[in-house]
């Protein structure tokens, strides 16, 4: 029976990857800063292990015995600039990388679609996939410099032959446990109006968080996995307007969608890009920057490669997934 280390176990991944691996047979242990907070894994059969990802001896502690650790711990809209992402995701990583090391563990990095950069899709033609050449990343875009520095630094390790190890990248995360995405996007539905671009027909760049703990599985346990990292990025289609009615349906709200013409969206961002560095600061102007295009544009990412090599089958639908994920929102928020 496989043992496994997770971190950021309380997270929307974690919360998702652990039971999915119980299911599968594994023991699991889950690396906690403070074992009286870790809610629902106290009373799931996880060993919980104290520790920080930024603490390297509770962190190595942690691993001992383990084959796989899960490395899911980041930060994605913390206060602060460039220090405040810097040290718990690129020094979190290198801190994994040395635990799973020392445990003789293989490596699964949870990483991002973030790598690649802004903008490939609409100046290509063609989706973004594994082979897509990264692009530049705007200074201010700090959670997109962290995820490609802490994967560097994993592909580094490997290619010097230190340890195996894997990246999965997936895009928006949703499913119940959410604690960014769903609860900014049920706030505005719960008023019963949701605006759409161009009536809302394209397809949303989301991916359901048991999909993704589905993923990061299937390449823990997958040899050919060493060395290569996987868009976890596009499970099912789903548009921008479907996405809002099962969510309506999670949250029992009639719903009035509204389209909006592109060119007034456009308008309406240009005046946000401008404005937010004024009253948010620099940290949230690359987010302003990238919202339209999430909004008003195809998923842009490929998966391909995990459905082909991995067997990624994705278990969750989005008619099933979404509504549930608004559904466990509006029972704890």
Sequence with gaps: MPTALVTGATGLVGMHLIPRLQREGWQVRALVRDPARAG?????????????????????????????????????????????????????????IAAATSATARLVHVSSVAVYGAHRFAASGRR????????RIPEEAYYARSKRESEELV??????GQLWATAVRPCVLYGSFDRQFVPRLARLLRRGFAPVISGGHNTLSVVHAANVADGLMRAAVFDGANGKAYNLANDYDVTVRQFFEHAAEGLDQRLRIVSIPFVVARAAFAVVKAVAPLVLGNRLKAMVSSSLDFLARDNPFSSELARRELGW??????????????RWWSAHH
């Design 313 to 326: 089958d994705p278990p969750v639908r989005p008619e099933t997934g979404i509504a549930e994920a608004f």
């Design 128 to 135: 973004t996939d594994e082979s897509t050449p990264a692009g």
């Design 155 to 160: 592909f580094e390790a490997q290619r010097a």
């Design 40 to 96: 629902l894994l106290s009373r799931a059969d996880v060993t919980l292990a104290t520790g920080d990802v930024l603490d390297a001896t509770s962190f190595g502690r942690a691993a001992r015995g383990c084959d796989v650790l899960f490395h899911a711990a980041a930060v994605i809209t913390p206060l602060g600039g460039w220090e405040a992402f810097r040290r718990p995701n690129v020094e979190g990583t290198r801190n994994a």
